[in-house]
């Protein structure tokens, strides 16, 4: 038992490393219109709704 959860304490620690070392594809530059867009949008409609209160 104690071998299985070493092993699986090792598989996790070896994924989170791998994980927080490596940047997502693509260039740090690009802008990232959608998520322009999507949070526009939130701060209307949160706009909108703090006026009927």
């Known amino acids: 038992m104690i071998t299985f959860l070493l092993a699986m304490a090792v598989i996790v620690l070896f994924g989170f490393a791998i994980a927080r070392g490596r940047h997502?594809?693509?260039s740090?530059?690009?802008?990232?219109?959608?998520a322009q867009r999507v949070s526009a949008e939130l701060n209307a409609i949160f706009g909108r709704a703090s006026k009927h209160r």
């Open 24 to 26: 997502p594809a693509g």
């Open 28 to 34: 740090a530059d690009v802008v990232d219109r959608d």
